[in-house]
């Protein structure tokens, strides 16, 4: 950092990035577990998830006995960010097209490269399409039914390993999914109800995770967040995005790592090259409490569907008033919900901006130990920069020129 912290590269990089997720070892098994239960996520490494891993080229999937199945439900999309549209407005256009297509022509038409020896394929759609697989189960109750690796691909569910009986109980597991994209594709940031252990397996992931505190900043609309590009926000359209850089966390998965997805965290994916992936969602909390027609792992709570039926149901009876009462107990009403919700100390809306303990507690473990130096570091981007790097836990020695403005930014940096 430079004088007056005027080199943004720290700060640029952090509003890019965000905190690093933690990593653990299943070897730390009571670790896991533990940041499991406390809804944190994390980084799984040294999980044993079979030979997939370093088995599962595009050569070896185009030519493996999977290959002749039907692929249901390729989405095919003309855009790089697929977005899979978890139940937002009815009525909200699509921006892939759903094909069928043999799982082996999907495999050369998502790694076209490994196959530069063959005649290659015409787009479905137009050049530079880009293709994603979420597996779907199949047969007369597909519709009805959570896809299923065994059941879908049999011949590659040998080659894995799923995590049932270390992670949580057999009976708990709501579904495994086989996920493949084309290089260079990135999947829309969304949440899920369930727990959710995605498993790298060929390729490289950038995971990008934000907590459900974040709800109202990602612009949410159902589960999925109406900010189209992570990397390039339109501010001036979803200004309150800005305020995300600070909770989001993130990390980069290379195969065989996996990362824990809580319930109602927000996540997007990035995947530069061809990639697979296998995911786990399962039910950590009594299953009546799940929607049971969810076949994807994020439907709401039947319990949210009631509240909000009954709430939309109040809105238009305090629509009925005039202004100020419209205003004062529409306030009102929703203090009163918190409260009879048993969510304590929570004024208004205010818990919507609240940080989450778990965000934070893991940024603060990044720079614990380091001392960092900051100059200029009383005003602008150097108090800034100061801040960011406390609140990930280093010591910092703030250098100013000014000795009383200097111990003033101190005591604010202190708190
Ligand atoms: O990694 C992927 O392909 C998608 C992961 C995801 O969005 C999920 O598991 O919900």
Same mark, same amino acid.
């Given at each position: 950092v430079g004088e007056g912290g005027r080199s943004c590269e720290l700060e640029g990089a952090s509003q890019e990035m965000g905190t690093e997720l933690p990593r653990i070892s299943m070897e730390r098994a009571e670790e896991v577990r533990a940041a499991i239960s406390r809804g944190e996520p994390f980084i799984l490494t040294g999980l044993r998830i079979g030979p997939c891993v370093g088995k599962w080229s595009p050569e070896y999937l185009r030519a493996a006995a999977a290959a002749k199945h039907l692929a249901a439900g390729v989405h095919v999309c003309p855009f790089k960010t697929v977005d899979l549209a978890g139940h937002r407005k009815a009525g909200t256009r699509k921006n892939f097209h759903f094909v069928e297509m043999p799982f082996g022509e999907f495999i050369q038409r998502c790694a076209p490269e490994a196959f530069a020896d063959m005649e290659p394929l015409a787009p479905v759609l137009e050049a530079g399409e880009r293709l994603y697989l979420r597996s779907v189960a199949t047969g007369p109750e597909a519709a009805r039914t959570p896809s299923h690796l065994e059941e879908v691909f049999p011949e590659l569910a040998a080659d894995v390993c799923l995590p049932h009986g270390v992670l949580y109980e057999e009976g708990e597991c709501h579904s495994s999914v086989l996920r493949v994209a084309s290089g260079d594709t990135e999947l829309w940031t969304h949440y899920d109800v369930m727990h959710n252990m995605l498993i790298q397996v060929t390729g490289t992931k950038r995971v990008t995770l934000w907590p459900p505190s974040e709800d109202a900043n990602l612009y949410t609309e159902g589960s999925s967040?109406?900010?189209?590009?992570? +990397?390039?926000?339109?501010l001036a359209r979803f200004p309150r995005f800005a305020r995300t850089h600070s909770s989001r966390v993130t990390g980069l998965l290379a195969p065989g790592d996996a990362v824990f997805i809580p319930p109602l965290w927000f996540h997007h994916v990035a995947m530069p090259d061809f990639s697979v992936a296998v995911n786990v969602f399962w039910r +950590? +909390?009594?299953?009546?409490?799940?929607?049971?027609?969810d076949i994807y792992g994020n439907k709401d709570l039947p319990a949210f569907d009631a509240a909000s039926a009954a709430v939309s149901k109040l809105g238009q009876e305090l629509k009925k008033l005039p202004e100020p009462f419209r205003s004062f107990y529409a306030r009102r009403a929703a203090a009163q919900l918190l409260a009879s919700a048993g969510i304590?100390?929570?004024?208004?809306?205010?818990i919507a901006h609240a940080r989450v303990p778990a965000a934070a507690a893991a940024a603060k473990r990044l720079l614990s130990g380091r001392v960092c130096v900051v100059t200029g570091a009383n005003r602008g981007i150097g108090r800034e920069v100061a801040l960011a790097l406390a609140a990930r836990g280093g010591t910092v020695v703030m250098v100013c020129r000014d000795a009383q403005a200097g111990a003033r930014a101190a005591a604010a940096v202190s708190r």
């Open positions: 967040s109406r900010v189209p590009d992570i +990397h390039a926000p339109d +950590h +909390h009594p299953g009546a409490l799940y929607n049971p027609k304590c100390g929570c004024e208004e809306t205010r």
